[in-house]
């Protein structure tokens, strides 16, 4: 080691030591803190007791209620129950584990959840900006109402009388990418499903994802709590639910809509839709280069719709123009 690299290594230690030193102290009057954790990592296990060392795990309530922002929550395996995570920590499994839990309300910036599998619903709250949900299994619905918010590579689905996923609150920022969204049923209540929906939001990004087999749509994107606008959804697979029934409506695969607020650019590119297609006449929507199954109208024909390739000829579509062509020309 370079005399440069151990004299920064020297300080470092130091500062990480005279840290700890500060945190044992208990101010007058005050109950004695906690011993000091610097580890980067707790390990948790369900019924833990030791300090969350690797070698003397605790339970989830102590790792958060003595951790510092940042750290990385190893769980082991086993039942968690529900979850408030208003800590700004990473959760995932031990190496080998296989934790659960029932329900996670994300409150923190920041927060991530990773590889976790998840039996119930995760509310990512407005508070929770730049909170990330990634490479889980989920049964049941994600909203994110968090500036920033981030789906990434998540398996998420199962729900009955329920989207999936569901972006409202009017965040900006949401990334929804790479995940797999399925199988959403109409249920008891009979309510209207989509794999995704869109209710409200700014600057919203749905790319690569594959989603279907919800009672509905793949995506609705309408305005129904608040303005839409700068919405790009691209290069994912959607398809309308098969076989109709009772819990499946089939009925849009992918739905662009006016309502009772403004939306306005959006960009639908590259996508590979099975099912059909509708769009509203909305100002600065562009459809292109995308594969579809059919075309269908709103109450107008929309403009921007340029060098897609449309598989079925339905009656009463919009007339094609633009560079777009029947697949079978």
């Known amino acids: 080691m370079s005399p440069r690299r151990w004299a920064v290594g020297v300080a470092l230690g130091a500062a990480v030591a005279a840290t700890a030193v500060v945190a044992a102290v208990a101010l007058p009057g005050q109950d004695p803190p906690p011993p000091a954790r610097t580890s980067a990592v707790a390990y948790v296990e369900p019924k833990g007791t030791g300090d969350c060392s690797k070698s003397a795990p605790c339970s989830l309530a102590d790792a958060l209620a003595h951790r510092r922002p940042g750290t990385v929550l190893a769980l082991g395996s086993g039942q968690y129950g529900r979850l408030v995570l208003d800590v700004r920590v990473t959760l995932r499994p031990r190496a080998g584990a296989h934790p659960q839990l029932t329900a996670v309300n994300l409150r923190a910036p920041g927060a991530r959840l990773e590889g976790l599998r998840i039996d119930g619903n995760i509310m990512v709250s407005p508070e929770a900006k730049g909170a990330t949900v990634a490479g889980s299994l989920v049964h049941g619905s994600i909203a994110l109402e968090a500036d920033g918010a981030r789906l990434v590579g998540n398996d998420i689905g199962g729900t009955t009388d329920k ?13 929804v990418e790479g995940n797999r969204l399925h199988d959403g049923a109409r249920g008891p209540a009979r309510g209207h ?32 709590l608040g303005v839409i606008r700068n919405v790009t959804i691209e290069d994912n697979r959607l398809a309308s639910c098969q076989p109709l029934s009772g819990s499946c409506e089939g009925a849009i695969a992918l739905y662009v809509r006016t309502a009772a607020h403004d939306i306005a650019d959006v ?26 199954q059919s075309f269908t109208r709103g109450p107008a024909c929309p403009g921007g719709v340029r060098d897609n390739v449309v598989r079925q000829r339905p009656g009463g579509a919009c007339p094609l ?9």
């Open 163 to 175: 989207d999936p996923v569901q972006i409202t609150a009017s965040p900006t920022g949401v990334v």
């Open 193 to 224: 499903v989509d794999c995704l929906q869109v209710t409200s939001g700014t600057n919203i990004t749905i790319r690569d994802n594959d989603l279907r087999q919800c009672s509905n749509s793949a995506v609705i994107v309408k305005p129904d």
């Open 267 to 292: 960009l639908i590119r590259g996508n590979h839709i099975d099912g059909s297609s509708s769009f509203d006449q909305i100002a600065g929507l562009v459809v292109e280069r995308n594969v579809l």
């Open 321 to 329: 123009g633009s560079g777009n062509r029947y697949e079978a020309d």
